[in-house]
């Protein structure tokens, strides 16, 4: 696969191996981009930003659909590059691409609404003798930085947004899973003006650096984990900055709780994507009274999950990204039993394969719940009471999303009111986004929403005009 660059592929004799965590297979090779190359990228997106500023809303809604169009007829091949460079579940990577063609045409659609207002300004002494209203108009380049989970998604949550605002665009995908992201944009660079679409893939140390510290790109829009994105912050300035990042999501089983609903979402939440979602359930907080009838039914449900190649359509569940990502979680693992956890079944890594995981007993200073596991464990942490309930729910840095599950209207109104975080899910797990709601969390999970709507929004600035 090659970078794009001013609508142009562009390689180079350096490259990288993507590797297929399944097999260690190398599914394809990337250009080791430079400076040169970032450099490049932008001073072309900075020069298309003229043909997009001037680019009716009408026809960028068009060619976001006919993106949509060609996505479609090459989503199937998609499906299939995401779970070789990243070892998602061919079920899931369908998924995904299915989530994909709603996001772009979420955004042909949202592309007509960028509305401004009319401000009174009669309401203030002075403003009596004149008209004013503002207009949204576009920030110019857009950087967008994406993480390895949801490599076309997460993509698609950014670009097209940004396009719908008639800004440019150059996009780092991680370079773990770049594939199926370059595809993306050369799919959207058949349809948009030149340049308008850049795609460049390095090392993040210069690569990545440029990016955030050059004086013509006006936004970053990174999803990712926290450390990068506070280190993203530290160098960006004065740039537009959302940041959509890690999430240590819990789950608060309480007493009068629909049991087995609240195991399946448990479930559900833990092991979707081999639990490397920012939105997995990532700590479970049960009233003890239910814990041990609740814990018995996720021990039977987790040993159900089928391990093995993410190409079977049976498989349950694939590899982590890759060996030392599984390494990590069984470390965070072996160090919570030693501490007193109990393990009541999976513990077991096979290469970068980690079998999920029931962790019983674990106290809310163990390192597996204290910072985000991105893995396939269910930590469970046991309360007496439901206002403790939600005091461990917020003994975290983070704050993405919550699920509570309870019958009774009154504590599902406590929960929403008490817990600190972006959304909040009732009987629901926290695992669980539609791609127009608002989302993005609070404290360390990020700054800022995506979801259509609200990312278009922001990659908007608005200019007051007073006419006298
Ligand atoms: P990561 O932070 O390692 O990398 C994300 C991206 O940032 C990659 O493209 C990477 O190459 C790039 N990057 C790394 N260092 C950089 C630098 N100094 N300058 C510029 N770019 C740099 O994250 P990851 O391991 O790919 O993804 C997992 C993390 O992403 C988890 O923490 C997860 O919770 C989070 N995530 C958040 C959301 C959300 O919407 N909140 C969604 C998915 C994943």
Request: proline content about 5%; overall charge neutral.
């Amino acid at each position: 696969m090659k970078m794009l660059i001013n609508g142009e592929l562009k390689d180079k004799n350096a490259k990288i191996k993507v590797i297929n965590p399944f097999n260690n297979e190398v599914v394809d090779k990337v250009p080791l981009g430079d400076v040169e190359d970032v450099t490049e990228a932008i001073s072309a997106a900075n020069q298309a930003r003229k043909i997009m500023s001037k680019m009716s809303s009408r026809k960028l809604s068009r060619i976001l659909i006919d993106v949509q169009e060609e996505l479609k007829e090459n989503s199937e091949e998609m499906a299939r590059l995401i779970t070789l460079e990243t070892g998602k579940t061919i079920r899931d990577s369908r998924v995904e691409m299915q989530r994909s063609l709603e996001t772009l045409q979420l955004s042909a659609e949202e592309c007509k609404r960028v509305y401004g207002e009319t401000i009174p300004m009669d309401a203030a002494i002075t403003g009596k003798s004149v008209f004013g209203f503002t207009v949204k108009i576009p920030l110019g380049v857009v950087a967008a930085i994406t993480p390895f989970n949801y490599p076309v998604n997460l993509a698609i949550h950014k670009l097209a947004p940004a396009l719908a605002a008639k800004n440019t665009v150059v996009f780092k995908p991680s370079l773990t899973a770049p594939l199926a992201a370059m595809k993306l944009a050369q799919i959207m660079a058949h349809h948009l003006p030149r340049g308008a679409v850049n795609c460049v893939t390095g090392l993040s140390s210069d690569i990545g650096d440029k990016l955030v510290t050059s004086p013509v790109i006006s936004k970053i829009s990174f999803t990712g984990s926290v450390p990068t994105g506070l280190s993203i912050a530290e160098k960006a300035g004065l740039k537009r900055l959302t940041l959509e990042l890690g999430g240590n999501d819990p789950l608060v089983v309480l007493d009068d709780a629909d049991i087995d609903a609240a195991v399946t979402a448990a479930a559900a939440g833990s092991y979707l994507n081999a639990g490397q979602v920012c939105i997995a359930v990532k700590r479970i907080i049960v009233q003890e009274n239910v814990a041990d009838d609740f814990v018995a039914e996720l021990v039977r449900l987790t040993k159900k999950i089928k391990l093995g190649d993410p190409l079977d359509p049976e498989t349950n569940m694939g590899p982590l990204i890759d060996e030392q990502a599984a390494i990590i979680v069984q470390n965070k693992v072996e160090d919570a039993i030693k501490e007193g956890a109990q393990l009541l079944c999976g513990g077991a890594r096979n290469k970068a394969f980690y079998q999920p995981t029931v962790l019983d007993e674990v106290q809310p200073d163990m390192e597996v719940v204290r910072d985000e596991t991105f893995g396939p464990v269910s930590p469970i942490i046991r309360v007496r009471t439901e206002k403790e309930a939600y005091k461990m729910a917020n003994y975290t840095k983070y704050g993405l999303q919550a699920g509570v599950f309870t019958q009774d209207i009154n504590r599902a109104k406590r929960a929403v009111k008490n817990i600190e975080a972006g959304s909040v899910l009732v009987n629901k797990q926290p695992t669980f986004r539609t791609d127009n709601m608002p989302f993005g969390g609070f404290k360390m999970s990020g700054v800022g929403k995506e979801g259509v709507k609200y990312a278009l929004e922001d990659m908007t600035r608005t200019k007051m005009v007073i006419i006298g």
